[in-house]
């Protein structure tokens, strides 16, 4: 298990997917982790930061793909090349790569960590699924995947025997469950410290509490 560390990292890159933001930023002395795990990464002018998963890992680089919904990710989506950021990691519990047979389910933003997991499991058949086209230019970044557009979802054409390793929206982590009840489950809440300490990030996970930033953010019921 790689040793999560903190460090002061320069941007190599922004550039736009559909609605999103791909930020690479130098590795430094950090290492990528396992499909799965997050970083911390501080916006500019946020005293918290903010959890992403990590998107890309290519040489001496890690990417992460933002959806800029509130101020800390618009921060981080308009930082600029030069720039530096506070970034610590990885963090968490990732997928288990153990599988015989996988498919990576992924939903809007959701996407985000299954790059990394594809090239980490030799490219396996992949689903995606978007809310318009626009949010769909994501499903660039694997390109073997089959996608499907709201109002199709995801599990009307998922098949159903094979290791799933998901990440998305709850409401679809739920849909994906019902049917397939051991996949793997990247799940999200708000996070403050990421590390264990501050308790905000627990879930209630059938009946027990959980803090997700330790225990998960991968979850699998079986
Ligand atoms: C383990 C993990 C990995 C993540 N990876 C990515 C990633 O790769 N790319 C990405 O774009 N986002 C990712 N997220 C979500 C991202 O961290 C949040 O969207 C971000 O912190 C929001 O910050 P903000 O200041 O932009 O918006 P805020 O103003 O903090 O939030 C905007 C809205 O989103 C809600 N919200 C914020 N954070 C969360 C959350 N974690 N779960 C549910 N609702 C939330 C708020 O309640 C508010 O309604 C991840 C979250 C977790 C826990
Ligand atoms: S984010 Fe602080 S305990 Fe999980």
Known sequence: MSRPRRERLRVTGVEDVGPYALVRVDRGGLEPGV????????????????PMS????P??????????????????ATLEVGD???VFGPLGNGFRLDVARPLLVGGGIGIAPLP????????????????????????????NAEVVIDPTLITEVMPLDRDVLACGPEPMLEA?????????????APMACGYGACYGCVVEVDGELKRLCVEGPVLCFS
């Open 35 to 50: 499909p799965g795990q997050f970083f911390m990464l501080e916006a500019p002018g946020r005293v918290l930061p903010r």
């Open 54 to 57: 990590l998107c890309l890992a």
């Open 59 to 76: 040489r001496g680089e890690l990417g992460f793909l933002l959806d800029p919904i509130g101020p800390g990710t618009v921060a981080l």
């Open 84 to 86: 530096r950021i506070n």
């Open 116 to 143: 990394y997991l594809s090239e980490a499991l030799e490219r396996p058949p992949a689903v995606l699924g978007f809310r318009s086209e626009h949010h769909a230019e994501a499903a660039a970044l694997l390109p």
């Open 176 to 188: 994906v469950r019902a049917l397939v009840p051991d996949a793997q489950l990247a799940w999200e």
